[in-house]
């Protein structure tokens, strides 16, 4: 069996975002904005209700709200993503795949999917993490986040004897 590894993300909708430590400090920073201020707030005024009668503290209160929405907006405008079919899918990984092995020649019927969570697609940023050549299998592993979460979605084709040799040969 052998593995290949390819860091090529996945166009998905209008917005491509590299799964990364910026993106998980935005979530992070979203949750802290969006859950925790609004909390935090709450219990401050439970406590001492006076603070925002003043106009230190109704100005404060302003500044955190408006922040608030504000991170609202960039986090729905971070996870809205158009959901594909699955053959729009299997079209772009079979693009990614000859786009590296040229010579390997198959078409979406050989592509079936076979595990994921979302029979129409899936949602996020998909990443084509890995390629495994099993004997006359290729199995594509799509890693796709959504909101925060991940699973995996599993491409399985069967290719022929030679168009195997001749991808096994790329190593």
């Known amino acids: 069996m052998r593995q290949i590894i390819i860091d090529k993300s996945i166009e ?3 917005l491509v975002y590299k799964f990364d430590r910026k993106l998980v400090g935005d979530y992070t920073m979203s949750f802290i904005l969006g859950i925790g201020f609004p909390i935090v707030l709450f219990i401050w005024s439970l406590i001492n209700p006076y603070v925002f009668r ?7 209160l302003l500044c955190v ?3 608030t929405l504000i991170n609202y907006y960039y986090s729905i405008k971070l996870v809205k993503v158009r959901m594909r079919n699955p053959g729009e899918n299997k079209e772009q990984i079979i693009g990614i795949v000859q ?3 040229p010579k390997v020649n198959f078409t979406s ?3 079936s999917l076979i595990r994921g969570q979302k029979p129409e697609g899936w949602g996020g940023r998909g990443k084509v993490v890995s390629i ?3 004997g006359d299998y290729l199995y594509i592993n799509v890693v796709s986040t959504f909101r925060g979460g991940q699973f995996d979605v ?4 069967l290719l022929n004897h030679l168009e195997a040799k001749d991808l096994a040969r790329a190593f």
């Open 132 to 134: 495994i050549i099993n």
């Open 99 to 101: 786009h590296y092995y």
């Open 109 to 111: 019927g050989m592509l």
């Open 12 to 14: 998905r909708g209008r």
């Open 54 to 60: 003043n106009a230190p503290g109704a100005g404060f």
């Open 65 to 67: 709200i408006t922040w």
């Open 154 to 157: 599993l491409f399985c084709g």
